[in-house]
């Protein structure tokens, strides 16, 4: 069974960085995509970033040129790390990975942004 599971989640002041980690567990090859979504209360997921198994990412324009997506696919983890957070990036984040044309969720984490 697949899962991933995320970290790295905290309560951060405005300005700061944080850098998620999602670990992908269960048997399945290297992910063709690894990526982030997020959502606050109310709302729907909203993309935040993804990385391709060649190489290629992209960003949400609201994270863009802040943030840096990395994958190791030797380990199965993806990381995410956002600079100058501001209040408006906290929500919960989620992990998700598309293998073999399926695609799987981590459960979230929770980052907040004070100001």
């Known amino acids: 069974q697949v899962q991933l599971v995320e970290s790295g989640g905290d309560l951060v002041q405005a300005g700061g960085s944080l850098r998620l980690s999602c670990v992908i567990s269960?048997?399945?090859?290297?992910?063709?995509?690894m990526g982030w979504y997020r959502q606050t209360p109310g709302n729907q997921r909203a993309f935040v970033a993804f990385?391709?198994?060649?190489?290629?990412?992209n960003y949400a324009p609201s994270v863009k040129g802040r943030s840096t997506i990395s994958r190791d696919d030797a380990k199965n983890i993806v990381y995410l790390q956002i600079d100058s957070l501001k209040p408006e990036d906290t929500a919960v984040y989620y992990c998700?990975?598309?293998?073999?044309?399926?695609?799987?969720w981590g459960r979230g984490i929770q980052v907040t942004v004070s100001s």
């Open positions: 269960g048997g399945t090859s290297s992910a063709s995509i």
């Open positions: 998700y990975a598309v293998a073999l044309a399926n695609l799987y």
């Open positions: 990385s391709k198994i060649d190489g290629s990412t």
